[in-house]
């Protein structure tokens, strides 16, 4: 089985708001990843969690938050978000950081 | 830091047909892997094919296959008997195999297989 899940698959938010993104999967995968993918352009890469360490794209502001619960398990929570964070949010992993990388199939944000 | 291009922005091919898809990379590594990936309308991000750079022979996976030219940096994608099905943004990337940010998407090739 190779599937990464996300929840929710569509979430609007105020600038205002908390919410959270889940990631889960259950293939045992090591490695978990948040990408932000705006329309028409390639994924861009957020957060690396491999063993419980995590990896930071400098470029990304502190109104992002990742958080691993567990190997499974993959969050990340959003607070006071700008409009141009409007974009599709998606998940992967992978057993290791030199392995394939598995997507879901994303969570698209729009924030008023 | 390593850079990844596509120079078609769009392409499109007939149904059954042949069609390759080019893709060039900047790097000083010598260790790393090239992936081609596939985003259909759908928005799920599929894996083509995957090519590690200490192989010399070419990745193929059914009815695609790899040019891998590790001198000249390129890696293309050749789709044989294109199928409908084989219609999306088709995504180079390139990954070091080390922690951290080491995994870089090029900007895509939308392909449109038509009837």
């Known amino acids: 089985d190779t599937e990464v899940t996300q929840t929710p698959k569509h979430l609007v938010m105020g600038m205002t708001n908390k919410k959270s993104l889940k990631c889960e999967q259950h293939?045992?995968?090591?490695?978990m990843y948040w990408y932000k993918q705006k329309a028409k352009k390639p994924p861009e890469l957020m957060f690396v969690?491999?063993?419980?360490?995590?990896?930071i794209n400098e470029s990304v502001p502190s109104r992002f938050s990742p958080e691993c619960p567990n190997s499974s398990l993959l969050n990340l929570h959003l607070h006071a978000l700008q409009p141009e964070d409007s974009a599709l949010y998606l998940c992967?992993?992978?057993?290791?950081?030199?392995?394939?990388?598995?997507f879901g199939p994303g969570t698209r944000l729009t924030v008023l | 830091a390593q850079t990844v291009t596509q120079s078609q922005p769009e392409m499109s091919v007939q149904e059954a047909e042949t069609v390759t898809l080019s893709c060039t990379y900047d790097?000083?590594?010598?260790?790393?892997?090239l992936f081609w990936y596939k985003q259909p309308p759908s928005r799920q991000m599929i894996l083509v094919i995957r090519?590690?750079?200490?192989?010399?022979q070419n990745a193929t996976e059914n009815r695609f296959s790899v040019n891998f030219q590790k001198a000249a940096k390129s890696f293309s994608l050749k789709i044989s008997d294109s199928q409908l099905g084989d219609t999306a943004m088709y995504f180079c990337?390139?990954?070091?195999?080390?922690?951290?940010?080491?995994?870089?998407f090029g900007p895509g090739t939308r392909l449109s297989v038509l009837p």
């Open positions: 969690y491999s063993y419980e360490k995590l990896s």
């Open positions: 790097t000083s590594e010598n260790n790393y892997y």
């Open positions: 992967a992993s992978s057993q290791r950081l030199v392995d394939t990388q598995y």
């Open positions: 090519q590690e750079a200490y192989k010399q």
């Open positions: 293939m045992g995968h090591r490695a």
């Open positions: 990337a390139f990954m070091k195999p080390d922690y951290g940010q080491n995994f870089v």
